[in-house]
């Protein structure tokens, strides 16, 4: 009889979702296979909840959902029992309010804040807040998306890196007139960086050049008609909540994340090295991955550097791909979550 583990996620776990759901999943997928799973958590995927949860009962003993904003309130006796019955306790992105003997803490990637250095320049730092420490005081084992996003103040944390399915048939026929951004579009980092591009690199590109936005559908109306307006003026098209972005990498010159802000390890960037379309991302984009530029992808900071790399990628992009795909199979596959996750619990006594 395998061990039972309680798993509290502040979103819907789901292989096709956003980044933070993906990763979900590849814990929920990776603890399948050696515990019992009882599922707790909070729907994020606006309508396809109930198709997805009947999906995730495949790899669960069972499924609740709760709502946004409840765990603090969750005493009752039926959460009660959920926790006391359970071995351990995987929570992910959330700060519980119990201890437990084998409290398990995926915090993903550390909160950012803005300060001005000497010079008056704002400058993007990590912090650890007070409720992480308490977290980690709890916890057995502590994990993030990459050793980036670690602090003396937390000790151990075990890096479990995002990871991409490899093994999906690709067609490659680009349109070389054609770039491409995937984000979550009600997602700040996401939002700046598509404004960013669309009013200093799209204008120096040839007018025939166009931007192709996919994503999940902003969560304001005020967000989308912002968007839209940007869309009526320049040459980009958006299209939300697509059922799978795997068919438009394939159509596309690049995937670029021309991101300027933010935490955690980019999936958008694993999924584009798995469709084997090449990349041009910021020096923040590829935090947290260890990629070089010229090998795997190309790294542009400026609207300059971002022209100069779309004009090159004509001549090398079999290159990059390939060395892309490469790295992926060797540093962000579903078999090292695994691995990794065991190992974790093993030295634990677990």
């Known amino acids: 009889m395998k061990p039972k583990i309680l798993f509290i996620s502040p979103c819907t776990p789901y292989i096709k979702g956003t980044g933070w759901e993906q990763r979900a999943f590849s814990f929920l997928s990776a603890y399948s296979n050696f515990l019992d799973i009882e599922l707790w958590f909070n729907p994020t995927t606006h309508g396809s909840e109930k198709a997805i949860a009947k999906k995730l009962i495949d790899i669960c003993h069972s499924v609740v959902t709760f709502k946004k904003g409840s765990l603090n309130y969750m005493k009752d006796a039926i959460y009660s029992r959920a926790v006391d019955r359970a ?32 010079s008056g320049n704002k400058l993007e730092k990590i912090y650890v807040p007070e409720g992480f420490l308490e977290m980690r005081k709890k916890s057995k084992v502590a994990y993030s998306s990459s050793l980036v996003e670690k602090d003396i103040s937390l000790g151990e944390v075990i890096e479990i890196p995002n990871v991409y399915d490899t093994n999906i048939k690709v067609k490659r026929n680009p349109d070389n007139n054609t770039i491409l951004f995937v984000g979550n579009m009600s ?3 996401n939002i700046n960086a598509v404004n960013w591009f669309a009013k200093e690199v799209l204008p120096m590109l040839p007018k025939n050049m166009r931007l192709k936005v996919i994503g999940r559908r902003p969560n304001t109306i005020e967000i989308e008609k912002a968007l839209l307006q940007l869309a009526a003026n320049k040459n980009i098209d958006f299209i939300f909540d697509v059922n799978d972005c795997n068919p438009y990498y394939e159509q596309v010159l690049a995937a670029i994340v021309p991101i300027l802000s933010g935490g955690g390890t980019k999936i958008k960037i694993l999924e584009a090295f798995a469709n084997r379309c090449p990349v041009i991302s910021t020096s923040k984009g590829i935090e947290g991955l260890k990629v070089i530029n010229m090998n795997q992808l190309l790294i542009a ?38 691995e990794r996750i065991l190992k974790s619990l093993s030295e634990k006594g677990f």
């Open 87 to 118: 071995d351990f306790v995987h929570t992910y992105k959330i700060s519980v309010i119990f201890e437990h003997k084998a409290l398990l803490w995926d915090f993903d990637e550390l909160p950012r804040q803005l300060i001005l250095d000497p």
């Open 301 to 338: 900071n400026t609207a300059t550097e971002f022209l100069d790399a779309i004009l090159k990628l004509k001549k090398i992009q079999k290159d990059l791909t390939d060395s892309a795909y490469q790295y992926l199979l060797e540093n962000h596959t579903q078999k090292i979550v695994e």
């Open 187 to 189: 997602f700040l980092p």
